[in-house]
């Protein structure tokens, strides 16, 4: 159904509306960076952990553990692989999990964008070719 308002009552609405949109979409916008922020910032800690864990656990396990290993019969250089290995292991761990939050698909904006999408389609449906404005105005 066509309007027979004026333009220039429907230009001052339509400029509302938009500046309503625009606000909103702004604090969408703060609302999930902030969100995606804080995963990023565990993810990170997740990664310094791993990192500070590791260079502690190679030199206290090389130390400690080589000597409980050799105890029981081990050879030095077998005590201290085995030991090595473990504490890298858990390490290791650590650090993929804490870059696999950090990937840059966990950090998109998708409500945003599926809101922006949504208010363009919206928009079109209002003020498309269609639905021309009133030209007696």
């Known amino acids: 159904m066509r309007s027979t308002r004026p333009l220039s009552q429907v230009i001052p609405e339509a400029l509302a509306q938009m500046m309503l ?3 909103q979409e702004r604090q969408l ?3 999930e960076i902030s969100e995606k922020a804080r995963g990023a910032a565990i ?3 997740l990664v310094i952990a791993g990192g500070i864990l590791s260079v502690p656990a190679f030199f206290i396990l090389l130390l400690a553990g080589v000597a409980a290993l050799e105890a029981i019969g081990f ?3 077998w005590a201290a692989l085995i030991v090595a290995a473990g504490v890298f292991l858990v390490s290791a761990v650590l650090v993929v999990v804490g870059l696999s939050r950090l990937k840059a698909k966990n950090m998109l904006l998708h409500a945003t964008a599926s809101q922006i999408h949504a208010d363009a389609d919206l ?8 639905d ?3 030209k007696r105005a």
């Open 43 to 45: 993810g990170l800690g």
């Open 132 to 134: 021309a404005f009133d």
């Open 21 to 23: 949109l625009l606000r």
């Open 29 to 31: 916008v703060g609302v």
């Open 75 to 77: 050879a030095s250089y």
């Open 123 to 130: 928009a079109k449906r209002q003020f498309g070719p269609d």
